[in-house]
């Protein structure tokens, strides 16, 4: 089965339709139809109408397009289910699809495991993850942000499990999702167990929750990957992320291109250090106005600023986010900042370099700052994960080896009484 690496790969598509490649090994039957996929992303007024387009030819269909309002949502996905299609999205900004990667996604070995997720940064940590463990990935879907609201139901998310049950590359399927109703999520974990595979779901932040047997519900990306490694046979290991010194107690600014990093971020921060705000918040995290000053721990999510403002994706443009490393550091009370960097075809070139400067900038004029960075990408990327990791460390952060264990470490670097 082909990789993305090997593989086409879609960017920045308009509205083209494509077939799905049947790679060996996941031979479609000669009598049934391929699969096609319309991929849109026009902007928001548009989008709606080219979806309903789009499922009038028969089609699946994947929104980029992000500011497509909620009743729109719910109308295209009545309609896609109704006619046994599928609608990704809106806000569905990367994916893999038999050895096709879509929008900003990883180079990634093939492998058995699916990943469905409502964003793209989720979707991509859980990638990169089963890649790492040597497990890989069959599919990779992104719901969209809202799709496990009370008004959508998650009725992508659960047709998407449905068409991965029949898939016959896939054994088993992780779920990360960021936002979510109790009832939502009930709903998708019954669907992840009616697919009859073993599930490892990621609920962001989220407790205590029951689940079907063959299900695990973990509130980390890293946790939940872990545990569908293991179903299918694997034994991952992630290194521990330990401080080395303790920084004076201040505060921790998290600064991210991904949403759902950004949420799982403030989830576990919140848990360990208390109060924390977030424009996208999760656990115990409180929701921040973007009219408030931003005091105290943080973590701030740039690419729903860009949703708002209309700016540049931060995962393909980090100038806002160095930008504000320089303006945070000018806070005295922040002890630590922490940072994402998402790697994959569609986004920046070199990620770790555009920040570097800012962050020798920070450091020069803060010696005892601590920086704590997570690299969210393969070594099979154009950025290449090892020489982004490089570029870090020589500016002076610190790197972990997931997203959740750099939130874990940046909390234990100002918890007094460690």
Same mark, same amino acid.
């Given at each position: ?68 309002? #909620?009743? *729109? +949502? /719910? !109308? ?7 006619? @046994?299609? %599928? $609608?990704?999205? &809106?806000?569905? =900004? ?53 799709? #496990?609201? *009370? +008004? /959508? !139901? ?7 499990? @449905?068409? %991965? $049950?029949?898939? &016959?590359?896939? =054994? ?247």
């Amino acid at each position: 089965m082909p990789g993305v690496d090997d593989a086409r790969h879609e960017d920045d598509v308009v509205v083209e339709l494509h077939p799905q490649a049947a790679a060996p090994g996941d031979a479609i039957p000669a009598e049934e139809p391929v699969e096609g996929l319309a991929v849109i992303g026009v902007p928001g007024p548009y989008a709606a109408l080219e979806g309903h387009r789009a499922l009038s030819a028969g089609s699946d269909i994947m929104l980029l397009t992000a500011d497509v309002p #909620l009743a *729109d +949502e /719910v !109308a295209l996905k009545q309609r896609a289910g109704r006619a @046994g299609l %599928l $609608a990704l999205g &809106p806000g569905s =900004d990367t994916a893999i699809i038999d050895g096709i990667g879509i929008g900003i996604a990883n180079a990634v070995a093939p492998g058995r495991v699916a990943v469905v997720a409502t964003s793209g940064s989720g979707a991509q940590e859980a990638s990169v993850l089963l890649d790492r463990f040597g497990v890989g990935v069959s599919r990779c879907l992104v719901t969209g942000p809202r799709d #496990l609201s *009370d +008004e /959508v !139901a998650g009725a992508s998310t659960i047709a998407a499990l @449905g068409r %991965l $049950a029949g898939h &016959p590359g896939t =054994d088993a399927v992780v779920l990360v999702a960021e936002g979510f109703s109790a009832r939502a999520a009930e709903a998708v974990l019954a669907a992840m167990a009616a697919t009859g595979m073993p599930g490892s779901a990621c609920l962001i932040g989220a407790g205590e929750m029951p689940a079907p047997d063959g299900i695990d519900v973990h509130a980390a990306i890293d946790h939940a990957v872990v545990a569908a490694a293991r179903r299918v046979g694997a034994r991952p290991v992630i290194p521990a992320a330990e401080p080395t010194g303790w920084v004076s107690a201040g505060h921790v600014r998290g600064i991210f291109a991904g949403s759902a990093l950004c949420a799982e971020a403030a989830a576990i921060l919140s848990a360990q250090l208390g109060r924390v705000v977030s424009n996208t918040p999760a656990g115990a995290a409180e929701y921040l106005d973007p009219r408030d000053v931003v005091r105290g721990h943080a973590c701030l999510d740039l690419q729903a600023e860009s949703s708002v403002h209309g700016t540049p994706h931060p995962v393909r443009d980090p100038s806002r986010r160095a930008e504000l490393i320089v303006d945070t550091v000018s806070d005295q009370t922040v002890a630590v900042v922490l940072l994402d960097v998402i790697l994959g075809r569609g986004a920046h070139a070199d990620p770790a370099g555009a920040l570097a400067p800012a962050l020798t900038r920070a450091l020069q004029a803060r010696p005892s700052l601590q920086v704590v960075a997570h690299v969210c990408g393969t070594e099979a990327d154009p950025q290449v994960l090892s020489r982004q990791e490089e570029a870090l460390v020589a500016a002076g952060a610190r790197v972990a080896p997931t997203s959740a264990q750099a939130a874990r470490l940046a909390a234990a670097l100002v918890r007094p009484g460690r």
